[in-house]
C-alpha cells in the first residue's frame, strides 16, 4: 500500500524512468555473468551457445503475439505488469534447477518472458511521450545508466563472494523490475488527451514492403552490436591492450550513447526517421571497417563513440518511424515486430560470425560492414517504394 501511495505522487515520466532504469539491472548482470556462472555449474560452452539463443528462437514465435494481446488490453501496462511478475518469479526456479535440459528450459522461460516485454514497454512510452510532450530518449539514458552501474556492482560482488552471487543477483534485480512495474502509470490517451498529429497512417499492414525494409536494415545494423559485445573484448586483448584500456573504450561506447539518448529529440525535430536511420546504417559501415583494420588505440576511442550513431540514433529512428506510421491499436504489435525481425537476424549473425572470426580475426567486422552497407540501401529502396511520403 505504501508503494502504491508513493508511486502515485510521482509523475508518470519519472515512474516510467524508474522502471527503465530498473529493467535493466538484471540484463546487465546477465550479459556480463551469466556465460561465467553457467560454466561453474558444469555446462559446456556449446551447451551455453545453445541457452542463450534459445530465447532469441522462442521471441520469434511469441514476440508479435505478446503484442496483439498487449493492443487488446484496456492499457498496456496490464501486460507490462503481469509479464513483470511472471519474469520475476521464473528465475527463483534456477535455484532447483539440475543439469543442461531443466537450466534450458528454466532459463528460456525466464528471459524469453522479459524479452517480450521489451517492446510493449517501448511502444507504450514512445505513445505516452508523444501525447505529453516529452523525450522518450530520456527513458534510454537512464536504461544505460542503470545497466553500467549494475554491471559495476555485480563486478564488485563477484570479486568479493564469487560466481556463487550470480544467481542471487539474477534473482532479486528480476524481483526488483517486477515490483517496479507496480508503479508504473496508465499509457493510453484518456478522453481529456488528443493523439499525437504526428500519428499519420492510422491502419495498415505493418507488413508492407516499404514499411518493414527500414526496419529491416537497421535489424542488419543491429545484429552486428551482438557481435562487437561478444567478440571485440578477445580482439582488442589480442592486439595487445590493456584490460584497463578495453574498459575505458566500453566506457566510451555508453557515454556516447547515454549522450545521444538524451540529444535525439533535436535530431528527429530536424530529419525524418527514416533518414535517421539511413545515417545510421552508413556510419556502421565506416565504425566496423575501421575496427577490422586493427587501428591504434585512439582511432577505437573515435569507433567507440560512433556507437551513438549505429546504435543509439538508429534505434531510437526506428521506434519514431514505427510510431509516424501506425496508430495506437497496434502500436505494441508494430514494436513487437520490430523485435522478431532483430532477433531472427541476430540468430543467423551469431551463427556465421563466430566461424569467420576463427578464420580472419578482426578482419571478420568487413562483414558487418557489408550488413551495414546492404542495410543503406533498403532504406534507399523503400523511400522510392513509397514515394518519398516521409
Known amino acids: 500500500m505504501f508503494f502504491k501511495n508513493k508511486s502515485r505522487s510521482l509523475t508518470p515520466e519519472m515512474r516510467v524512468s524508474f522502471f527503465y532504469f530498473i529493467q535493466a539491472m538484471s540484463v546487465g548482470v546477465v ?8 560454466n561453474s ?7 551455453t551457445g545453445i541457452i542463450f539463443a534459445a530465447p532469441v528462437a522462442l521471441i520469434l514465435i511469441v514476440g508479435a503475439y505478446v503484442g496483439r494481446l498487449a493492443d487488446r488490453a484496456t492499457d498496456w501496462r496490464t501486460v507490462i505488469v503481469r509479464g513483470a511478475i511472471i ?3 521464473l528465475p527463483v526456479l534456477l535455484v532447483a534447477a539440475q543439469g543442461f535440459w531443466s537450466v534450458l528450459i528454466i532459463w528460456t522461460l525466464a528471459v524469453t518472458s522479459q524479452m517480450a516485454l521489451l517492446p510493449v514497454t517501448d511502444a507504450a512510452a514512445l505513445r505516452m511521450s508523444r501525447r505529453r510532450g516529452n523525450d522518450f530518449g530520456l527513458y534510454y539514458a537512464w536504461k544505460t545508466v542503470g545497466y553500467l552501474l549494475v554491471v559495476i556492482l555485480s563486478g564488485l560482488l563477484l570479486s568479493e563472494y564469487g560466481v ?10 528480476s524481483i526488483l523490475r517486477g515490483t517496479a512495474a507496480l ?6 490517451a484518456s478522453i481529456s488527451e488528443t493523439v499525437s498529429p504526428k500519428i499519420r497512417q492510422p491502419s495498415f499492414n505493418i507488413r508492407q514492403t516499404w514499411f518493414v525494409l527500414p ?3 537497421w535489424s542488419l545494423v543491429h545484429c552486428t552490436h551482438f557481435l562487437l559485445s561478444g567478440f571485440v573484448g578477445l580482439f582488442w586483448h589480442q592486439q595487445g591492450l590493456s584490460e584497463f584500456s578495453i574498459g ?3 566506457g566510451v561506447s555508453a557515454l556516447a550513447e547515454t549522450l545521444m539518448f538524451l540529444g535525439f529529440k533535436q535530431f528527429a525535430r530536424r530529419f525524418s526517421a527514416r533518414l535517421l536511420i539511413f545515417v545510421s546504417c552508413l556510419v556502421a559501415v565506416f565504425r566496423w571497417t575501421l575496427l577490422s583494420l586493427e587501428p591504434g588505440f585512439e582511432a577505437l576511442v573515435v569507433a567507440q563513440i560512433l556507437h551513438a550513431f549505429t546504435y543509439a540514433l538508429g534505434f531510437l529512428a526506428c521506434t519514431n518511424f514505427i510510431a509516424d506510421w501506425t496508430d495506437e491499436e497496434i502500436a505494441a504489435e508494430a514494436q513487437s515486430f520490430f523485435v522478431v525481425l532483430q532477433s531472427a537476424i541476430a540468430i543467423c549473425a551469431l551463427t556465421s560470425f563466430g566461424w569467420l572470426s576463427q578464420m580472419f580475426r578482426a578482419q571478420a567486422f ?3 560492414a557489408g550488413l551495414a552497407l546492404l542495410g543503406s540501401l533498403l532504406v534507399l529502396m523503400s523511400i522510392v517504394l513509397s514515394n518519398s511520403r516521409d
Open 41 to 47: 555449474i558444469g555446462i559446456t560452452p556449446g551447451q
Open 215 to 217: 526496419l529491416v536494415a
Open 87 to 89: 519474469s520475476a518469479l
Open 183 to 188: 508503479g508504473l502509470p496508465k499509457f493510453r
Open 31 to 38: 550479459n556480463a555473468f551469466a556465460g561465467i556462472w553457467l
Open 366 to 368: 568487413l562483414g558487418s
Open 248 to 250: 575505458v573504450l566500453v
Open 164 to 173: 556463487r552471487a550470480f544467481l542471487p543477483l539474477f534473482i532479486g534485480f
